[in-house]
DNA sequence: TGAAGTTGTCTATGTTAATAGACAACTTGA
DNA sequence: TCAAGTTGTCTATTAACATAGACAACTTCA
């Protein structure tokens, strides 16, 4: 690693940060590997340790570097864009990526209804359900984990087909349903639980992107409902008309 | 015109004169041409006039604008004009242009007549010479570098007059000659050679015109002949009826 | 000749950038 | 458990940036 030269009118930490940010650009830090020290690197520009960490900040703000205290700056993966539409496949998403996608069973309990949840999904109060808890992740990095609700009566076996074939869209389609969309989907943010940050391998802390969504079939029959918690870091929502 | 977007990290006059860079660069301001007034750049940025003058500076510390006091800021052309003449005087020329001009000696030596040489300046053959090397800059950025053939016999301190007054006029003049004109002017191009391009500040492969010039005195004879080489990128020569 | 418009210079004031040093808080590995 | 290395926070000082207003010096044109 090396000084750039240095320019007129452009503020020094502007100019370590740009440094940097084409250092990652280039490869010459690697997505998840650490940065050197505050200090190494203010020796390497020839610039105080604080117009470092404004550069470092201003990285930070961009979500391409993140600080942990005691440890050292690291580098981010780029985060995934995750567009959102009626037509919303975690598989189909990731896999346009170029990435690898990945659902992984949890838990699967057996409940009865609540309240909310069957007027969601069109059913009785007390109708059997199956909340299935999974991980997803792209290329091994884990990206969400979500709640999955859906009717016990009409996907009996929900919770073996989707441990085999590790996604949603193919247990509905074993069920005979081959296309679905997305009747409504409502985002919040909130700070990663401990359960949660084990399995995202998220410190705590961490803020995750809450996604709470209903599918209906194409001729609008409630299907299942999720709340997906999404590693904030990793991932960013596009919207887009469909 | 309108104000470009601002950027953080980026001094203000800085983010202006770029601007002004790139409308030059866009071809919105024609070379030679006149930029609006300070306070009405200052109004269009949204910056203070103080902050326009200093990117006006900046700007013409790099040569790009030209300031004049009471009418204007000027858009400098990319290159010099050069007008060819029967009075071609390098000096007169370049503060014409609103520029500093100015003769460096590089060297001289004493040389016998060549063939061509004596015929160019009505000698002998094998008749002392003097040739001088010179770097011509205007504003310090070097225009050409000129080799010059005068008579040793006539002009007997050619070098060490040329060393103190910086101009091959003042020279003659120093000898008595108020008053010479161009007797032939050749042009060619080449590419400019490993020693011109340091002198010349230029990179390798870039191309030079070459000027290959007689003067002589009112009575036609002949004072000098020499052979200059310029920086093609930074001068244009322009042919006028005398 | 005079008015309008231009650049040049001066003083003043507040904000931002950059440096410097010290120490706290935390992580890692021996 | 301890030492070394890391990021986080605080105070303090100096330099550069940006704004504001006033007026001088000069050019142009009617």
């Not at 109060?125 to 808890?133: K, M, T, V, Y």
């Not at 884990?142 to 996907?155: D, E, N, Q, Y």
């Not at 029959?221 to 709340?227: A, E, I, K, V």
């Amino acid at each position: 690693m090396s000084a750039e030269a240095l320019s007129a009118g452009v503020a020094l930490w502007r100019q370590v940060a740009d440094g940097i940010e084409q250092a990652i650009a280039d490869g010459r830090y690697l997505p998840g590997g650490k940065l050197p020290g505050e200090t190494e690197i203010a020796e390497n520009y020839g610039v105080n340790r604080h117009t470092v960490r404004r550069a470092l900040a201003a990285l930070a703000e961009r979500g391409l570097v993140r600080a942990e205290r005691g440890s050292g700056t690291f580098v981010r993966s780029r985060r995934i864009a995750y567009p959102l539409r009626t037509r919303t496949r975690f598989s189909e998403i990731i896999n346009a990526g170029g990435r690898e996608p990945r659902g992984q069973l949890i838990a699967a309990e057996r409940e009865p209804a609540s309240g909310a949840l069957a007027g969601q999904l069109d059913l009785a109060i007390g109708a059997p359900l199956f909340r299935i808890e999974a991980l997803r992740s792209a290329d091994g990095v884990p990206i969400s984990r979500g709640t999955t609700w859906l009717s016990a009566v009409r996907f009996p076996d929900a919770p073996k087909v989707f441990a085999a074939k590790r996604s949603m869209t193919k247990v509905l389609a074993h069920y005979g349903i081959s296309d679905y969309r997305r009747l409504s989907t409502r985002i919040t943010a909130s700070v990663v639980d401990a359960a949660d940050a084990a399995r995202l391998d998220l410190a705590a802390g961490r803020p995750v992107l809450v996604v709470e969504s209903i599918d209906v079939a194409a001729d609008g029959t409630p299907l299942l409902t999720s709340r997906a918690r999404f590693a904030a870091e990793r991932v960013e929502f596009v919207i887009e008309p469909d």
